[in-house]
T-cell receptor
């Protein structure tokens, strides 16, 4: 069964600090992996997409990594800001036709002063 | 473009009542998705359409749920009769094409928060 597990479930950090969110998946065959940011009361917004051949991709202060061998991805946030407070959702697409997306339950990040 | 538009943003209803959620996808997008989000289960795909045709409705929880897409710019998700366990945030998303190795991003609407008393 395709599954996506994220850790930690929630995280509180001080403004300016770095943090790393984890995503482990069992989706097969793998097509790509996206990280979404979901602000409270809003829909998810894509941060990065990673394919099998990509190890690292950055989007401003967000850097995603992918290890397709161990089926793990991480999202690293540098110099956190209050506006980074949100839920971060890992979504993995499988190949094989149709729209086969498996969603993680997300990591709730809170950045405090 | 205004993005994906959903209405209403909030809906409070009593058990047994009919609820209709509405969605206008981004113009030109040929895929439309309905999701439900709860704290316990996260985001779950209910149904998706391609060119107004339902492709996969295996996520629809039961016969009380139905979805239609009469044209390329409008879709509805209906719950009849509603139950307290249907309380959740319902998202509509649209995208431009998809394939087995699709890079196509799904753009989400702001969601409808449904509370069934």
């Amino acid at each position: 069964k395709n599954q996506v597990e994220q850790s930690p479930q929630s995280l509180i950090i001080l403004e300016g600090k770095n943090c790393t969110l984890q995503c482990n998946y069992t989706v097969s065959p793998f097509s790509n992996l996206r990280w979404y940011k979901q602000d409270t009361g809003r829909g998810p917004v894509s941060l990065t997409i990673m394919t099998f051949s990509e190890n690292t991709k950055s989007n401003g202060r967000y850097t995603a990594t992918l290890d397709a061998d161990t089926k793990q991805s991480s999202l690293h946030i540098t110099a956190s800001q209050l506006s980074d407070s949100a839920s971060y959702i890992c979504v993995v697409r499988s190949m094989g036709g149709g729209n086969k997306l498996t969603f993680g339950t997300g990591t709730q990040l809170k950045v405090e002063l | 473009d205004a993005g994906v538009i959903q209405s209403p943003r909030h809906e409070v209803t009593e058990m047994g009542q009919e609820v209709t959620l509405r969605c206008k996808p981004i113009s030109g997008h040929d895929y439309l998705f309905w999701y439900r989000q709860t704290m316990m289960r996260g985001l779950e795909l209910l149904i998706y359409f391609n060119n107004n045709v339902p492709i996969d409705d295996s996520g629809m929880p039961e016969d009380r749920f139905s979805a239609k897409m009469p044209n390329a710019s409008f879709s509805t998700l209906k719950i009849q009769p509603s139950e307290p366990r249907d309380s959740a945030v319902y998202f509509c998303a649209s995208s431009s094409g998809t394939s087995e190795t699709s890079y196509n991003e799904q753009f989400f609407g702001p969601g409808t928060r449904l509370t069934v008393l």
